[in-house]
């Protein structure tokens, strides 16, 4: 047959017979190595067995396929790649006589039945299970245990080879771990790899070197963010500093995860966000954290109006502070490190949480945030430079990472006095609307207070008046300021003193389009996981903040 030429057969019949059983490191590199090739070779076999009349003629045909098949059956390293089982399993099944027509076929059906329950199955009676029968072992526990073996010799190879050297990245025995990976790249979905692969990282790390096959990086990204492998978070963080193309993946999957799955507002988003081990990596590398907030940005700026994406912006942010400030100080960075383009004057007081702050100073705290924001504004308010304008950016972005001061405004305008009610209105206002385009900002602080007037009388009064019920709709209808309406009716629902009963049935009445209650949704989200870090815990507002959920997702 054309499609199998005699040099191959050859090649590869060499190779199978040389290979046996790979239980030593070099014949698993070099199987691993010519993983793809063999799988190509493999599926001009099955083309060619799919086009024979019977097993008579496929084995006269292909003298040397059974043969072949059958040492490859027993290579752990061929078995542990599906594709490679795969296409074994189809070439036996090509094999195979429904209606044998001679001693010769009888006589293949029973040595195929045996390879397919070796390779599918740990049935009695198989040639695989009596073979090692006498060990105490299952054919497939052979095997795992096998490729453990193997790889366990190539774990120690890869710490040998930086073990005690004084200048280790430069007399790391590069050449070797570079044709490990490239080995490895076939395999990366196979559980017993996962132990070599972290070893392989680990060394990268130590070495400070790209020693690393790139499609050995690019396989383990692929597999990680496809869930089909499972490394230790070590291992993981190791690869993130090897690679940034890695980095900006996970980053960009915990982005897209968040914001297109439904069940991320039914959980807490700041156990969601820990679970990606991005802050914990952010708060140990420094450059993890300017990648990570650098895509965070450059989305935010394409989508500045998101609620969504300022909320997984801020849960984040929160979560790596706590990872930053439960290091040791001696081995922390100066905050400064992770935020070079804001003033330092903004960082003190916005990356102190609430929590730290005693709630009898919030007014004050909030007061002092808002006078510096109104510095940075007012050059911009004034014609400057490009310039100008990036400092105000800067200064926003600071302001989403730190979004829970902006909750907490929204929550003491809740039972403000008029008297104070002036600067939290303005941060939520700049918030929302950080720009001056046609010098809107106070248009935009107006709708703000008339907003806040209409919920303080809808939610302290009873029952509810329905001039304000209908006012605060219209103002939700309104492109202008609907989600700085809407922050505000969020927090109403959560920190009024009303019954719940109450607060469900004006829900019920202002809040009727799906797209909003979608974005009340994720508001509540970012109420949540402000109320889950602080230092103490109210029960009836956690309560509430259930039942509101709940009902905005029912309806």
Known sequence: METVSETDVQFWMAKAVDWGEATSCSVLLDTSRHLGSLRSFLQQVLQGLQQMSSTSEAMKTFPFVGQFLGRLCWNPCVIADDRSQRLLLWCLSCLYSAE???????????????????LISEEEGSVAHATVKHAGLTPKRYHSEALQKVVSLMIEEVIKSCDGLPNTSARCSNGNIHAMSTACAALVTCPQMSPLIGALLKHS???????????????????????????????????????????????????????SDHETLTQSLDKY????????????????????????RNVLIEIDENLAMRVLVQVFTVCFLQRLTGQKP?????????????????LTPLLTAPSEVPR??????????????????ENEDAGEDVRAYQAVFEAWFLLVQCGYWVDTAAELLVLAAPENAGPLLWLLTFFHHPTNRGHQRS????????????????????????????????LLSSSLSANLVLHLFSNFTVFSHGPVSIITEITDKVLTEAAVKRRALWILASIRCRLNSAATRDDRVHSRLRTLQDTLLQT
């Open 360 to 377: 009898e100073a919030w007014l004050d705290h909030l007061s002092w945030i808002r006078s510096l924001f109104q510095s940075v504004t």
């Open 273 to 296: 966000v820990n679970d990606s081990l991005l802050p914990q990596a952010s708060a140990d590398h420094c450059h993890i954290f300017l990648t990570v907030n650098e895509i965070f």
């Open 100 to 118: 044998p027509l001679n001693a010769v076929e009888r006589k293949a059906n029973m040595w195929i039945k045996n390879m397919l329950c070796h």
């Open 330 to 346: 001696q081995d922390r960075l100066p905050l400064r490190a992770y935020f070079p383009h804001v003033m330092p004057s903004l």
């Open 443 to 474: 248009q935009q602080i107006a709708v703000a207070r008339e907003a806040w007037s209409h919920l303080r009388m809808l939610f302290l009064t009873r029952p509810p008046p329905p001039r304000h019920l209908s006012a605060v709709k219209e």
């Open 205 to 259: 790390m130590l070495c400070g070197s790209s020693c690393l096959n790139q499609e050995f990086i690019k396989e383990i990204s692929e597999a990680l963010i496809s869930k089909r492998l499972v490394l230790e978070d070590e291992a993981v963080v190791n690869l993130w500093c090897c690679s940034p193309t890695c980095l900006e993946g996970a980053a960009v999957s915990l982005l897209e995860s968040v914001l």
